[in-house]
T-cell receptor, first 111, second 113 residues
């Protein structure tokens, strides 16, 4: 069973149509949760780090929130250039702190 | 300069070849990483260097050999690879470890024939 689950697997939106991506985790003892954006054939680009339930961070049209068992990446009025795969990674408090990545959500925004 | 530079961008190699991937950063980061990513899958951690010393090896086969010549450079030496090793190889760096923001390079697309 995956420790980190992202949904939906793929999402198609019209330009301007706001939506949310979900990252849920089954583990306890969260140290940090990271969001990345990845364009095809490129390396991931860091977006946000969240540490505690209730925390929110924003960047342009993106807003990330965190609860005790999941995180949401809200995209407000998306543009075609927001099309990418969005990855979340969960870091636990124990062990080596290696973040575990989810499989990602592939977002396509149509003009 | 907030870039992690990887060379080459593309590499095709035979199963008997020896090649190296290179990664460079000038952000003063003390942690550097190698990841492997297959199509439509998340990145998988291979190695971690912390202060130029190998700190984590995620049970990677010995045909992959990392090297950190100095605090700005990271190499991945490849030898006797298999076709299933074909993937996007990503280098990343962060200020001092997993707690800090990771900057990824653009990757090397490796094809083993």
């Amino acid at each position: 069973e995956d420790q980190v689950t992202q949904s939906p697997e793929a999402l198609r939106l019209q330009e301007g149509e706001s939506s949310s991506l979900n990252c849920s985790y089954t583990v306890s003892g969260l140290r940090g949760l990271f969001w990345y954006r990845q364009d095809p054939g490129k390396g991931p680009e860091f977006l946000f780090t969240l540490y505690s339930a209730g925390e929110e961070k924003e960047k342009e049209r993106l807003k990330a929130t965190l609860t005790k068992k999941e995180s949401f990446l809200h995209i407000t009025a998306p543009k075609p250039e927001d099309s990418a795969t969005y990855l979340c990674a969960v870091q636990l408090t124990g062990g080596s702190y290696i973040p575990t990545f989810g499989r990602g959500t592939s977002l396509i925004v149509h003009p | 300069d907030t870039e992690v530079t990887q060379t080459p961008k593309h590499l095709v190699m035979g199963m008997t070849n020896k090649k190296s991937l290179k990664c460079e950063q000038h952000m003063g980061h003390r942690a550097m990483y190698w990841y492997k990513q297959k199509a439509k899958k998340p990145p998988e951690l291979m190695f971690v260097y912390s202060y130029e010393k190998l700190s984590i090896n995620e049970s990677v086969p010995s045909r992959f050999s990392p090297e950190c010549p100095n605090s700005s450079l990271l190499n991945l030496h490849l030898h006797a690879l298999q076709p299933e090793d074909s993937a996007l190889y990503l280098c990343a760096s962060s200020q001092w470890g997993f707690d800090t923001e990771a900057f990824f390079g653009q990757g090397t697309r490796l094809t083993v024939v």
